[in-house]
């Protein structure tokens, strides 16, 4: 896993891992949206980040040094904002969104977690249907469109947190309603405000 946009990350030192890779192998390339993004912005430190170039990540990936056999992935928030280079096809072959959480899913991922301890499956269908009620799966317990959704990440943290109580992943199901606050708000500490 390489974050191209991590502190220190050059054309060379990126150039440098990749040759460091054994043939056959999975490379995860983080953040491909931010690597090229606020360069120019210092810190306070006067460190200006990464200085990965455009030019430098293509010729990592497929240049005349870039390695054979293997297969990279990119991830991204903002797929928008990727240049068009980048994801032609030939270099980028699938685009995939991971995007909400689905019943399916969250019912998968509550058996992989307490599937040994919920053998009747009571504790899955009564967590499912709270995150209907919540509106979770971007529909209310009315049938109309909510505009609520949570991620599998979510769900993960919430179960991690619960990792030995599935009453409590149950009970606290509402934490896995996005939080938005507005500029006039109270911000809770550790949460970072933002213009309304």
Known sequence: ?????????????????????????????????????????????????ATVTFSGLLNALDG??????????LTTNHVDRLDAALIRPGRVDLMLRIGEATHYQAAQMWDRFYGD???????????????QELGLFGVGPDGKPSNRHTSTAAIQGLFLFHKDNMEGAINDADGL????FEASDEVPEGAIKTPA
């Open 177 to 180: 309603i996005p939080r938005k």
């Open 64 to 73: 005349v040094a870039a390695g054979e056999e293997r297969i990279a992935f």
């Open 1 to 49: 896993m390489i974050n191209l946009s991590e502190m220190g990350m050059t054309d060379d030192k990126l150039a440098y891992l990749l040759t460091k890779l054994p043939k056959r192998s999975l490379l995860l390339l983080e953040d491909a949206d931010a690597a090229f993004v606020n360069r120019r912005q210092r810190d306070s430190d006067g460190y200006n980040g």
């Open 117 to 131: 301890v919920d053998k009747d499956h009571s504790g899955r269908e009564r967590f499912l249907s709270r995150l």
